[in-house]
């Protein structure tokens, strides 16, 4: 199996308007214990105001995905490859100076941890008005009335009032609306939410969705949602992506994938969300062992040793899995298991 | 606020008498006599009990503090035999060039430091890091006292670049009009600008020697703590704003990063201001140090808790200051006002 295998398939019906494509998209980290292949050769494309799910375990680079289209890989890590492009316009190859203009106008992150995603030092208005005023030309006092605007489209309550206030003063669910507020300050057509909801308490989240939910949909704004919770994907996405090692395995439309995968790993996380419509005893499935070390990966499947379909054959342990295209030309759902086909029949 | 404000006074207050009470007790519980002392081996006990009671010795320890308490309000610091002056002259005369030195070399210490610090851990090249990483190491190893015999045998000595040991001017030169007993400070406001270069130059190698090691601690410190918060998660969210690298680093690693230097710089400020001894000797500098370190060996009481209290007000005030600048810069330690 060579490297030239994992390229994408042949792109899909262009006449769409895409606000992101992500094409081959490679990062490594080049640590200590070798190089580790975070993203590799990840293809993905979101159209104008839709909504999208990348799902994984902790590990599978989806952060790192995250941060190579926001063009904020550290040292040492680094984007070895691919294409970005947003609107249209290839981002991958700009400077820093010049994707400043970018980030946090045309496309906006919100983060894991609303806990640690805010500067504790500085007031939450004064972290808003920053954002506004980075963009656009505007007086202080002009961006301090667009902060409390956000702040109540994001319900904050008494927004004027807590404008001065410090995020330590602020509980998680709060914090994590300032967020929002802050990647929605200057409209972008793009918001990278990574794990927005993880560390909330249920209720919280779903309070904290809806607010996002309301206001993508108002500005059509479209949304990379990263998440482990396939709960939320089901409410919130049209359309998932199933990342593993490091590669995206499993491409359908939301509703698609929740009816029939064509990945066992797809499969076995589903499988291990707790539904309370199937309340029985017993532990929860979980999927068995870890993921692969991205430093090291298995020559053939990555998901092969953890696999309940391919565990131990020949095929799967000796050969990465092409690729495979099923069901509707112009709305596929590609897989790359060798037997994707037979399970999808 | 006002209880606030209150319990802090007390708390240093509090402090501040212990101090006292602490010097005051250990100088005598020491063994030794400072009567016998001054009036030397051959003399009678007839003539020490006689010294005692002059010296106020032979009272109960109680009334010798309450003596000395009253002594301090009422501006009598009493006698230093050792010197044969009184406290008060002495002080006057030796803590300012200390304080003056100690100033220099904290500027020097924490500019630098926070300069290099930035540097290190901005420009993230392994060369520089590791150059920095080297100094701050030799500076925290090198002995002061070492290190200024031999900037002053190279500097002085070999290259002439510098004066030599002769104290806070060169032998020539007559100290300015006294303002606030900084030689440099007077000599600006007088316009003296051959003594302000005099005193420059003099003070520049002993405060280079006596900050190196704060200066090697600053660094290191604050290197670390501006590591740790530049790879926060908020760090990255500032950039996926759209900031640059330095302004992220700047508004926001920074202030972050800064309040550990803050408490170390406050408590070193106030150690160098109390002097040092080694330092002082090998620069002939006439500071406080010496006269202390010799009045302990004497048993000179009243030059000994003098010199404790002054360092304990020094040390409550300049932690007080610095708890003022930590409310600044950081809203949670902030104290509680009325909303």
Known sequence: ??????????????????????????????????????????????????????????????????????GLIEPP?????????????????????????????????????????????KTIGGQIVEVIRHHRRMSRK??????????????????ERRLDDYPHQYSGGMRQRVMIAIALANEPDLVVADEPTTALDVTTQAQVL???????????????????????????????????????????????????????????????????????????????????????????????????????????????????????????????????????? | MFRVV???????SVAVFGASLVAFVFMRVFPGNPARLILGPLASEQAIKEQERAMGLDQPLWVQYWRYIKGVFSGNWGFAYSAGDSVKHEVIARLPASAELGLYAFLFAFVLAVLLALVATYRRRPVVDGVIRAVSFFGLGTPPFWFGLIALLLFSQVWHVFPGPDGRLGPNTLPPPTYTHFYTIDALIAGQWATLGDAFMHILLPALTLGLAPFAYLVRLLRANLLDVSRENFIVVVRSKGLGR????????????????????????AQLLAGSVLVEKV?????????????????????????????????????????????????RVRIPMAR
């Open chain 2, 6 to 12: 209150a319990s802090k006074i007390l708390g240093a």
């Open chain 1, 77 to 121: 890590g680094r984007v070895v490859g691919g294409s970005v492009k947003l609107n249209g316009r290839e981002i991958s190859a700009l400077s820093d100076r010049q994707m400043q203009q970018v980030r946090g106008k045309e496309v906006s992150l919100v983060f894991q941890d609303p806990m640690t995603a805010l500067d504790p030092v």
């Open chain 1, 142 to 159: 002009a961006a301090r009335k667009l902060a409390v605007e956000l702040l109540r489209d994001v319900e904050v309550p008494h927004a």
């Open chain 1, 210 to 345: 809806e607010v996002l939910e309301r206001l993508v949909t108002e500005r059509n704004t479209a949304v990379m949602l990263i998440t482990h919770n396939l709960a939320i994907v089901a409410e919130f996405c049209d359309r998932v992506f199933v990342m593993y090692a490091g590669r995206v395995v499993e491409r359908a439309r939301a509703d698609q994938l929740f009816a029939r995968q064509g990945h066992p790993y797809s499969e076995a996380l589903l499988r291990s969300v707790p539904r309370p419509d199937m309340l029985q005893r017993g532990p929860l499935p979980t999927i068995p062992g870890f993921s692969p070390s991205l430093a090291h990966l298995p020559p053939g499947c990555p998901f092969e040793p953890r696999c309940p379909v391919g565990n131990g054959l020949e095929v799967c342990r000796t050969a990465v899995p092409y690729p495979v295209v099923l069901g509707d030309p112009q709305d596929p759902v590609v897989a790359e298991c060798h037997f994707a086909a037979e399970r999808l029949s």
């Open chain 2, 246 to 269: 330095w302004s992220a680093f700047q508004h926001h690693a920074l202030p972050n990063a800064f309040l550990p230097t803050l408490t170390a710089g406050g408590l070193l400020l």
């Open chain 1, 1 to 70: 199996m060579t490297e030239a295998a994992l390229e994408s398939p042949a792109a899909v019906a262009p006449e769409k308007d895409f606000v992101l494509e992500v094409r081959d998209l490679e990062t490594n980290y080049y640590t200590h214990d070798g190089v580790v292949k975070a993203v590799r050769k990840v293809s993905l494309e979101i159209e104008r105001g839709h909504r999208v799910g990348v799902v994984g375990e902790s590990g599978s680079g989806k952060s790192a995905l995250a941060l190579s289209i926001l």
């Open chain 2, 283 to 331: 620069f002939n500098w006439p500071g406080i140090g010496a006269l202390v370190v010799d009045s302990i060996l004497r048993q000179d009481y009243a030059v000994v808790q003098t010199f404790v209290l002054l360092s304990a007000i020094a040390y409550v005030v300049v932690n007080a200051l610095v708890d003022v600048l930590y409310g600044v810069i950081d809203p």
